[in-house]
């Protein structure tokens, strides 16, 4: 399977479930498959809707952008308004849930909402969430439901709210504004695309589908697009206006057939790698599965808000958050400022400090802001003077350093690997590669490649999103992260099975838990692209709730190229892939096939029975598989076809 457009194909829930059963007798009341795979060719279905929009739903900033299909170009952005008359083209990914847990405000309202309760002092049982973006990065394994974000008071609040709040939000902003406009558009005529980090595991961004799903947005309405594809996409479609020479210049070699580049999408929570060549025909291939960490532009906040805390006490900043929220947001987007006009010739970086703030200090502390920072061996480096906190340039870069370390390495690790070396681009998008000392940290690293900077680097993702959803083919190979397969089982045979993998059902011996390999780790695979597994099963004397219910394969992924069995180490339960009985009710001999078509979006399943050629649909479900106790070893997959 690839890594990429999978629709999370694999959601991973359970880590590895053992079904050598040993010699177990059991009656027989599973279901006979069998197969055989194939490669076919195929051509991709994805009808053109009038009007794109995407989600770019940000650890830091999110926001929305679209544009009608006669010019997919023209792309508009939805701007928010934050202080005054200020307006910025992604609002802070916050959100307020009122004490029922229910969605109340997004973005500077929530955040202006929340300054208003704390000055009543009455937030104490509302719930204001921020980055809450990163609970899914990193998350392999996890059941969507029960996921839990910690809010700012340190209250749990269940993670599909906020990020189902969210969506719902801005679809509902999306039809008002296009209403305002004119526009009378039902949203069936609008393809919603949602974008995540290319790294993400499968589990993390089903969820995402999920949740835009559990929102409000149809299924068929939906797509996930990752965030460094469709960021390449969008600087090569970049308006000459819009670019200087030079960049234009750059991304046209850089698109040149036979090229290869590599795209850093540095975001808040993330830093995302992917490697691409472009085709012949201008299309994109994936030349290495997606790599990166939690390195984005929020570790220089942490670190900032680290130190602060550090200096200060614990207690102080704590209170200082609970307590006088309105300020903690100013102190929060002065940084934000400092930090995207600090450059590498500046001497000294300066915040204000809220009045609250020097009083909690004086209050826990028992002494003046300024005598604190004063008794610090730091004190040549930061000082206070005149209401403002005083960073010279050397101590404020240090916040900067690790995360671009990080980086640099990262780079370096993906460069070293094989089809890798080939790269002569390294394009550099999201927010945080707007950063002079970023940018520098990378050209210094890598003086041998070309750095491209484009403008609009951190609205690349949200616009290039847009483009992708006009024409979601640019993006033709990817690479398979992981080996995936079907849990399979067949006729045991002495010569060539282990008597410990298998188990008796009825009269007859199964070799059981075979991984039957779908797509081979690190296989290039091309949208379009067919794999078809053929199964028989015989369904006479079944009872007749087995004969018309769907069928439930386990679904496995692997870090080995070749996995021999569902126990093997590292195979890694991941989801059920669902077959429904074609015309409702399965034949006594069933033979049939199902096919898994690689999509722009994701993975299509479906069924064909071969006997009379219907055929009925499948999915494949990442939702905590539950095994029933005692259940039937064979009900989970299908049995090997010897013919
Ligand atoms: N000019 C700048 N200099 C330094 N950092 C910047 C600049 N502009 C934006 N950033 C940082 O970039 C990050 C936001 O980038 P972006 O909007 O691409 O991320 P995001 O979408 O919120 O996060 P992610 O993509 O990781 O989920 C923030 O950490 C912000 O401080
Ligand atoms: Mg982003």
Redesign the pocket.
Known sequence: MPEQNTKGLLKAIHSTRKESCGHEEKEDDSSTFMRESRVEEAGDSVSRKPLVVCL???????GYAYSFIKKPDEITVRKWASEGTMLSP?AP?SVLLTPELSFHSFGYDAERKFSDLHAKNDHKSWNFVNGF?MVLNDKKKFDANVLNVLDIQNHYVPASAVFTGVIRYLKNDLMEQLTRRGYHLDESNIQFVV?V?AIWSEAAKQAMTDFSVMAGIQKENLMIAY?PEVAALHCVSMPASQVTVRTRDNIALMFKPGCSFLVL????????ITVQKVEKDGKLSQLRKASGGNW???C??NLFFQDLTKSLGQKVFQKFITTNAGDYFYLKNQF?VA????RNDQEIVYLHIPSSLKKITKEVNGKKIGDIFNELETREKVYYSDGKLNYASEYFRKFFSSSVQSIVDEVKRVLKSKRCSEVEYILM??????????RDGIKMAFPEIRVINPED??LS?LKGGVLFGHDPDTVRFRVCPQSYGMAMHEYFNPKKHDLSKSCKVGNTQFAVGCFEKIFEKDEIVEVGQQKIVRVAEDFTGQPEKMRTQNKEIEMYASAAKDPKFISDPGCTLQGIIVVSPPGGRWPDKMKGKITFEVTVTGINVSFMDRNTQSTSGGEIKFSEPKPQAGENPLNRSFRKDDL
Not at 56 to 62: A, F, L, N, P, S
Not at 265 to 272: A, K, R
Not at 339 to 342: A, D, E, H, L, V
Request: charged letters at 25%; hydrophobic letters at 25%.
């Open positions: 770019d739903i940000g650890t830091t900033y999110t992604k990914s973006k974008t980090p965030e999408d540095l975001g808040g929570g993330t830093t995302d984005g532009g929020n220089v906040n934000e930090k995207r006009n600090f998008v999201g927010g945080f590669s707007e950063s002079e000392i970023v680097a951190s993702v």
